[in-house]
C-alpha cells in the first residue's frame, strides 16, 4: 500500500517560512560577559590538564559569567566569597562576586538566574550573595551531593554550601533540572556529560555572534580543547572528551567556548575594563 503524498500550497508553504523566520528573529539573545573576580596565583597545571607537566604553573582566573538579556540578568555560576575559602586559597585582586558583576554594570539585586554548573566550593558558595536570584542545578546533582537534612553527602561539596542551598530549596527558590539538552530559559540551554562532578553541567547561550558555550569546569582552559586533553579533575575522562567534542559542535565558532578558569579570556576579549571581557 502506498501513501498519497499531498502537496502544500504555495501560499502556505509561504506563511510556516514567515511564521519560522517571525520565531528567529524574535528568539531573545543575550549579551555574554566573563567577569573575573580574582586570581588564583601559581596554580598546578597538573590539576587542570591529565598529563600535564608536574613542574608546570599558572595564574588562573576565577570568574563568573553574565548572559544580560533584556529581560534577565543570569549568572553562571556564582564564585566564592566566605572567608574561611579567602584566607585558604589567599586569592590575589579578591572581590567579592557580587561586586564584580557591577564591573558590567549589573547590580546584585539585578541577578534574576544562576545557573550553578556544579557543587564546587568556587562556583556555588556565593549564590547567596545575590537576593532575589532563582538557582538552576541538575537534579541528579543536588540530590547527589545535598541530603535532605540539608548536610553535605560527599566531601567534593562543603557542607555550609550545601546547609546554604537546602535553605534556598525551602524557600522554593531553587529549580531541578532534569536531564540533558534542556532550555532552560529562552536562549539558554543546558547540557550535561562533562562528568567534572556527579552530574556537572555546561551551557549554550544565543547571542548576536551566533551560539557561545559557557563550558565551566567541564573545560578548564584552551588547552584541554586544543590538545584533546581531559580535564585532570573528572569522574570519567572519556566522558569529558565527548564533552569537549560535543561543546565544538554547539557552538557558533570555536572562538564562543569559554573554558572555566583560562586567563587568556581576558587577552582574546580585551575590553577597557581588563576583568571583564565580553565574548562575541
Same mark, same amino acid.
Given at each position: 500500500?502506498?501513501?498519497?503524498?499531498?502537496?502544500?500550497?504555495?501560499?502556505? @508553504? &509561504?506563511? #510556516?517560512? =514567515?511564521? &519560522? !523566520?517571525?520565531?528567529?528573529? !524574535?528568539?531573545?539573545?543575550?549579551?555574554?560577559?566573563?567577569?573575573?573576580?580574582?586570581?588564583?596565583?601559581?596554580?598546578? /597545571?597538573?590539576?587542570?590538564?591529565?598529563? &600535564?607537566?608536574?613542574?608546570?604553573?599558572?595564574?588562573?582566573?576565577?570568574?563568573?559569567? #553574565?548572559?544580560?538579556?533584556?529581560?534577565?540578568?543570569?549568572?553562571?555560576?556564582?564564585?566564592?566569597?566566605?572567608?574561611?575559602?579567602? $584566607?585558604?586559597?589567599?586569592?590575589?585582586?579578591?572581590? $567579592?562576586?557580587?561586586? @564584580? /558583576?557591577?564591573? @558590567?554594570?549589573?547590580?546584585?539585586?539585578?541577578?534574576?538566574?544562576?545557573?550553578?554548573?556544579?557543587?564546587?566550593?568556587?562556583? /556555588?558558595?556565593?549564590? %547567596?550573595?545575590?537576593?532575589?536570584?532563582?538557582?538552576?542545578?541538575?537534579?541528579?546533582?543536588?540530590?547527589?551531593?545535598? =541530603?535532605?537534612?540539608?548536610?553535605?553527602?560527599?566531601?567534593?561539596? %562543603?557542607?555550609?554550601?550545601?546547609?546554604? #542551598? =537546602?535553605?534556598?530549596?525551602?524557600?522554593?527558590?531553587?529549580?531541578?533540572?532534569?536531564?540533558?539538552?534542556?532550555?532552560?530559559?529562552?536562549?539558554?540551554?543546558?547540557?550535561?556529560?562533562?562528568?567534572?562532578?556527579?552530574?556537572?553541567?555546561?551551557?549554550?547561550?544565543?547571542?548576536?555572534?551566533?551560539? @557561545?558555550?559557557?563550558?565551566? %569546569?567541564?573545560?578548564?582552559?584552551?588547552?584541554?580543547?586544543?590538545?584533546?586533553?581531559?580535564? &585532570?579533575?573528572?569522574? %570519567?575522562?572519556?566522558?569529558? #572528551?565527548?564533552?569537549?567534542?560535543?561543546?565544538?559542535?554547539?557552538?557558533?565558532?570555536?572562538?564562543?567556548?569559554?573554558?572555566?578558569?583560562?586567563?587568556?579570556?581576558?587577552?582574546?576579549?580585551? !575590553?577597557?575594563?581588563?576583568? /571583564?571581557?565580553?565574548?562575541?
Amino acid at each position: 500500500m502506498t501513501r498519497r503524498r499531498i502537496p502544500i500550497s504555495a501560499s502556505l @508553504a &509561504a506563511i #510556516l517560512l =514567515a511564521g &519560522a !523566520t517571525v520565531r528567529a528573529q !524574535t528568539a531573545p539573545t543575550y549579551e555574554v560577559y566573563a567577569i573575573r573576580y580574582a586570581t588564583m596565583p601559581a596554580f598546578p /597545571v597538573r590539576g587542570l590538564i591529565a598529563g &600535564a607537566d608536574t613542574s608546570r604553573r599558572m595564574d588562573i582566573a576565577m570568574s563568573v559569567w #553574565l548572559l544580560r538579556g533584556n529581560s534577565r540578568n543570569v549568572l553562571v555560576d556564582a564564585g566564592f566569597y566566605r572567608d574561611k575559602f579567602v $584566607q585558604r586559597w589567599k586569592p590575589a585582586g579578591f572581590v $567579592q562576586p557580587s561586586e @564584580a /558583576v557591577r564591573r @558590567a554594570g549589573i547590580r546584585p539585586e539585578d541577578v534574576t538566574d544562576i545557573i550553578v554548573s556544579h557543587v564546587h566550593w568556587d562556583h /556555588v558558595d556565593g549564590v %547567596d550573595l545575590f537576593p532575589n536570584a532563582r538557582v538552576w542545578i541538575q537534579k541528579d546533582e543536588y540530590e547527589h551531593y545535598v =541530603a535532605p537534612d540539608g548536610t553535605s553527602r560527599d566531601r567534593a561539596m %562543603d557542607p555550609d554550601d550545601a546547609k546554604m #542551598l =537546602a535553605a534556598l530549596m525551602s524557600r522554593g527558590r531553587v529549580n531541578q533540572i532534569k536531564g540533558d539538552s534542556t532550555e532552560i530559559i529562552p536562549g539558554i540551554t543546558v547540557f550535561t556529560g562533562g562528568k567534572h562532578t556527579f552530574a556537572s553541567q555546561y551551557a549554550t547561550v544565543r547571542t548576536d555572534s551566533g551560539t @557561545a558555550v559557557i563550558a565551566s %569546569d567541564n573545560l578548564y582552559l584552551y588547552e584541554n580543547l586544543e590538545q584533546h586533553r581531559p580535564i &585532570a579533575q573528572t569522574l %570519567d575522562s572519556l566522558s569529558n #572528551l565527548a564533552a569537549q567534542a560535543r561543546m565544538v559542535r554547539l557552538a557558533s565558532a570555536p572562538r564562543l567556548i569559554v573554558p572555566g578558569h583560562d586567563p587568556a579570556v581576558f587577552v582574546k576579549f580585551a !575590553t577597557p575594563a581588563s576583568q /571583564v571581557a565580553r565574548i562575541r
